[in-house]
């Protein structure tokens, strides 16, 4: 590859930003979450439980 095809290949990234898919649509939050843990019979209450998170809610 050389360096002119290398730049042509960089641009086609992140198309996705310039045309939403339906992924792109997805929504994340806590509906999604309640809906999820309905479907998987509330594995949540199966023992108690404490989820810790830093600022961005990643966990560690």
């Known amino acids: ?3 002119d095809a ?5 641009l086609t990234l992140g198309r996705e930003l310039a045309a ?9 939050d806590l509906e ?6 309905e479907r998987l019979g ?3 209450r199966a023992y ?3 989820h810790i998170a830093g600022t961005n809610g990643k966990g560690s």
């Not at 939403?20 to 994340?28: H, I, S």
């Not at 999604?32 to 843990?37: F, G, P, V, Y």
């Open 20 to 28: 939403p898919t339906q992924a792109a649509a997805a929504k994340f």
């Open 48 to 50: 108690p439980s404490a």
């Open 32 to 37: 999604n979450i309640a809906i999820l843990a």
């Open 1 to 3: 590859m050389n360096y």
């Open 42 to 44: 509330r594995p949540d």
């Open 6 to 10: 290398a730049v042509r290949y960089l």
